[in-house]
């Protein structure tokens, strides 16, 4: 899909190396998030509370999501950072171009929220994201030959020492999928 729309959109064919090792990464991310899910499947039921908690006291929460509409080729990305008392401290919204890339999309919008959040002096920060592929490749627990490799990075360099990331189900993430969708109702 991303050869096709390089292609399209800005008219280059794309080497088939990159091609191939796009089709490998997709490949990879769909065997590992099969698996994983399976896991947390069984660990739902024991281990993980399916409500938002609040963040240790002193800490600050981040919850990381983003939605998409492919017939007009928009991503909705939102920022919604929340205290220990459970406090909105902030919160941001932004329109991005969609080309077809879910992860590279949900990175971009994990690497927009940790700006707002650390720009606001809100830190030290717990992410939260319902996009494990992402939160495995920031915490460096998979690598990536694909575009969302950038992305990540810049992820990384926002980190601070302190800042942890975590995989969280969308269930625990709904305040931020809501808002993400909101995006779209605003020109």
Known sequence: ??????M?????IEDPSITIARAEVFMESYTTANEELNS????????????WEPPPQNWYKLNVDAATRNQDRLAGIRAIVRSSNGDIMTAA??????WGDVELVKAKAMR?????????????LIVESDAQNVVNLVKGNLESKGDICWVISEIQSYMMEKNKVYFVP?????????LAKLTFSYQ
């Not at 899909?1 to 390089?6: I, L, P, T, V």
């Not at 969308?170 to 809501?178: G, Q």
């Open 170 to 178: 969308r269930i625990c993430n709904s305040a931020a999928h809501k």
């Open 8 to 12: 399209l959109y800005e008219g280059k």
């Open 1 to 6: 899909m991303a050869s096709r729309n390089f």
């Open 93 to 98: 919204i932004s329109k991005k171009p969609f």
């Open 40 to 51: 947390v499947l069984v660990t739902k039921r024991t281990a993980i509370s399916l409500n």
């Open 112 to 124: 927009f929220d940790i700006k707002v959040a650390t720009e606001s002096g809100l830190y030290p």
